[in-house]
């Protein structure tokens, strides 16, 4: 248990060599769900897009690709996410349209009413705070911007709950707890959908 403990908890927060497969494994097994997830986006002109915990960079990149007039920052808490994000973006980044950095979202250092749309790919789980991170999100988008949320967990699947178990600081939220959330940090609507053969959920609020 040690071990698969020690590698499982790199969801967390990527460090060393452990991380860096975590890193990997990331951006090629949440794939599908992310795309899922970026499905229910409606008919965007998004100029400004944030990621917010990119990880190892993949979901970032899809953005770039969907929405190709955007510039995205993908911010991490991991300085090795920040570098493999970097690494994974490179060529976006050198044609100006990306920039990856360090950064807390419970305390996000970047400008107010400044992105079209913000997007958190299976990172909720970890952040301290779900209105007050939440209330960051919607400082930091335009009126009328969108904050796209998609988990592997809906809150009350085994697996999930088994991670939780195992990996400190981890809670799985349900779609119930997220939107109630949302609607106290500020955001005005809020839909969401449930993966029919998997515990999968997104969520869409609108500021």
């Not at 897009?49 to 990880?55: A, F, T």
């Not at 991991?78 to 419970?106: F, H, P, W």
Request: glycine share 10%; proline share 3%.
């Amino acid at each position: 248990m040690g071990l698969f403990k020690n590698f499982v908890s790199q969801t967390r927060k990527p460090e060393g060599f452990l991380g860096k497969m975590m890193l990997r494994s990331m951006n090629s097994g949440h794939a599908q769900m992310a795309d899922w997830g970026l499905s229910h986006l409606p008919e965007l002109d998004a100029d400004g897009i944030v990621d917010l915990g990119c990880g190892g960079g993949r979901n970032a990149g899809e953005l770039l690709r969907r929405y190709r007039r955007s510039r995205v920052t993908a911010i991490d808490y991991s300085a090795l996410s920040v570098e493999k994000a970097k690494e994974y973006n490179k060529g976006m980044i050198a044609a100006g349209r990306c920039t990856v950095r360090q950064g807390d979202v419970s305390a996000l250092d970047l400008p107010a009413e400044t992105y079209d749309l913000a997007t958190a790919f299976e990172t909720i789980y970890f952040w301290p705070g779900l209105e007050k991170c939440f209330a960051q999100v919607a400082r930091i988008l335009k009126p009328g911007g969108y904050f796209l949320i998609c988990n592997e967990s809906d809150g009350t699947d085994a697996a999930g709950q088994k991670f939780e178990n195992i990996i400190d600081g981890m809670k799985c939220h349900t779609v119930q707890e997220i939107e109630a959330a949302l609607k106290d940090a500020g955001f005005s609507q809020t839909a969401s959908w449930h993966h029919e053969a998997k515990p999968w959920i997104t969520v869409l609020a609108k500021k």
